[in-house]
């Protein structure tokens, strides 16, 4: 019989005993996801098409500054 592979015994699943547990994790995953993941993007976002456009570096960043936080709170109400 052949072995499981390394990663399979380091890898466990965690079963979650209840539907509150899951809605927990469901919500520190929104939560991280908008404060830790949203933020960075968007700023790689605004100056990637900013320069696209072929904006000025001033003029990425004055871009990236006045539409980030009216799109970061769309994002997370929208969620």
């Known amino acids: 019989v052949p072995s499981p592979p390394a990663w399979a015994t380091i890898v466990q699943v965690e079963h979650l005993a209840s ?5 927990r994790e469901v919500a520190v995953k929104v939560l991280f996801d908008n404060l830790f993941f949203q933020a960075p ?3 790689c976002y605004f ?6 456009e072929g904006l000025s570096p001033a003029a990425v960043y004055h871009k990236t500054q ?9 994002g997370v109400l929208l969620r």
């Not at 100056?47 to 696209?52: A, E, I, N, S, Y």
């Open 19 to 23: 539907p509150s547990d899951r809605a």
């Open 41 to 43: 993007f968007l700023t």
């Open 47 to 52: 100056v990637v098409t900013g320069f696209l």
């Open 66 to 74: 006045t539409n980030f936080h009216a799109a970061w709170a769309y």
